[in-house]
């Protein structure tokens, strides 16, 4: 379980390839990153592309506040290219997790926990022979209204960022922890077994981690 961090000012080396922009802080409590949703990112040098699919997506997250405008968790996205994962506010407290590919939102689902509440927060893309689909899921429990995505990811040539996005901004307001990306979907039984865990050898798709940024 995790507790609201306290407050602390800084820069953090975060871990393999990454660098600290705007001073987004490390925390003494949980060592998330903290983000002030004004200037505030990290910057990874490499864009961890996952273009034909199928690939998972994972993050706790703790929200200060949503725009309706957007706050951007990961996001690789120039144009119309690469993924975005985000939260944005629809209309007066119903905040939706999505996913857009391409530059086209195409998995939503609304995120019942408030903010100021740690929540993991994952999307998950499914590519069969017969179907492509998209799954997101809130604490382990899916939560999508809508999600399917039929075609390749368009390759980007812009790093990966972590609270915002280079196309005009979007910054996260809030603390971010534990980001996931993975090189297959994984399934419900297996995000809720591992949201709380530290990914080691042991997990059952250790050789589809694409990357891993525990902020300890």
């Known amino acids: 379980m995790r507790s609201v961090p306290l407050a602390s000012s800084g ?11 705007g001073s987004a802080a490390a925390l003494p409590v949980d060592h998330a990153l903290s983000f002030d949703g004004l200037t ?6 490499d864009p961890v592309q996952v273009t034909d699919g199928p690939f ?13 405008v957007g706050n951007r968790i990961l996001s690789n996205r120039h144009g119309d290219n690469g993924y975005m994962f985000y939260v944005w506010l629809v209309g007066g407290d119903t905040v939706y997790l999505s996913l857009a590919l391409n530059g086209t939102l195409v998995a939503y689902g609304t995120l019942t926990v408030p903010t100021q509440e740690w929540v993991h927060v994952a999307a998950a893309w499914t590519v069969t022979a017969s179907d ?3 799954k997101l899921y809130a604490n382990g429990l899916d ?5 399917y995505w039929p075609n390749p990811i368009a390759v980007t040539d812009q790093n990966l960022l ?33 949201m709380d865990r530290p990914v080691d050898p042991s997990h059952p798709n250790w050789s589809d981690l694409r990357a891993y940024w525990k902020f300890a």
């Open 132 to 134: 492509k689909f998209i």
């Open 143 to 147: 939560i999508t209204s809508a999600g």
């Open 56 to 68: 998972t997506l994972e993050a706790w997250i703790w929200m200060a506040s949503v725009t309706d």
């Open 162 to 194: 972590i609270g915002k996005t280079i196309d005009g901004g979007f910054p996260f307001h809030g603390l971010i922890d534990d980001v996931r990306i993975w090189s297959v979907a994984l399934d419900q039984a297996t995000i809720q077994a591992w």
């Open 40 to 45: 505030q990112f990290v910057t990874i040098g």
């Open 11 to 21: 820069c953090l080396l975060a871990i393999m390839l990454s660098c600290i922009c």
